[in-house]
């Protein structure tokens, strides 16, 4: 089955600066990745996904990027907000299947 | 339109006794999902439903764990006996349709003492 990785496990960053996150998969197969936010007590909320057959999406602060050769995808969040921290997962489908696997998170810290 | 509802929010019991979770998923969304998350990691599938058919239980404990999808709609997921190292937090999530890409939603999540 999928392996994905995630890297690092905690990321502390000051406000306004950039914080990186990056994500490996093992299953070429893999086409669809999604980035999860999940705050303290809270659900895991869906803040940006990508599809294989792009290399890089954004949304306002938020931008993912993908390295299908390589087979590794990253979130970058710029001018980053206190409010941005939280714990955040990568993920990997096979989107004809439905069947996620989970990185093992990433806690951002932004210090104001 | 409601989001994915579980309940209990939280449960604290004692290992050997049973517990159980409840899910409803969003209208009209085939696929659910049970999840358990440990502390400080990913989310891991337990079992992933079809309309009513359990497609993927391959990381589900048998011995101990079960649970239902009747009808197609409302979810059940038990555990009999709990354990101590059964204390996470039970998510469930759902998604539109098979065969497409698809943004799963997920619950508030059931967190789990055994004592």
């Known amino acids: 089955g999928e392996n994905v990785e995630q890297h690092p496990s905690t990321l502390s960053v000051q406000e306004g600066d950039s914080a990186v996150i990056k994500c490996t998969y093992s299953?070429?197969?893999?086409?669809?990745f999604p980035w999860y936010k999940q705050e303290l007590g809270k659900r895991p909320q869906l803040i940006i996904d990508i599809r294989s057959n792009v290399g890089e999406k954004k949304d306002q602060r938020i931008a993912v990027t993908l390295n299908k050769t390589a087979k590794h995808f990253s979130l970058h969040i710029t001018e980053t907000q206190p409010e941005d921290s939280a714990v955040y997962f990568c993920?990997?489908?096979?989107?004809?299947?439905?069947?996620?696997?989970f990185g093992s998170g990433t806690k951002l810290n932004v210090k104001p | 339109e409601a989001g994915v509802v579980q309940s209990p929010r939280y449960k604290i019991i004692e290992k050997k006794q049973p517990v159980a979770f409840w899910c409803n998923p969003i209208s009209g969304h085939n696929t659910l999902y049970w999840y358990r998350q440990n502390l400080g990691q990913g989310p891991e599938l337990l079992i992933r439903?079809?309309?009513?058919?359990?497609?993927?239980d391959s990381q589900l404990p048998k011995d101990r764990f079960s649970a239902e999808r009747l009808k197609g709609v409302d979810s059940t997921l038990k555990i009999q006996p709990a354990e101590l190292g059964d204390s996470a937090v039970y998510l469930c999530?759902?998604?539109?349709?098979?065969?497409?890409?698809?943004?799963?939603?997920f619950g508030p999540g059931t967190r789990l003492t055994v004592l």
């Open positions: 999530a759902s998604s539109p349709l098979w065969g497409s890409y698809n943004e799963q939603f």
């Open positions: 993920a990997a489908s096979i989107g004809n299947f439905n069947k996620f696997y």
């Open positions: 439903y079809e309309n009513e058919e359990a497609v993927d």
């Open positions: 299953d070429s197969a893999s086409n669809y």
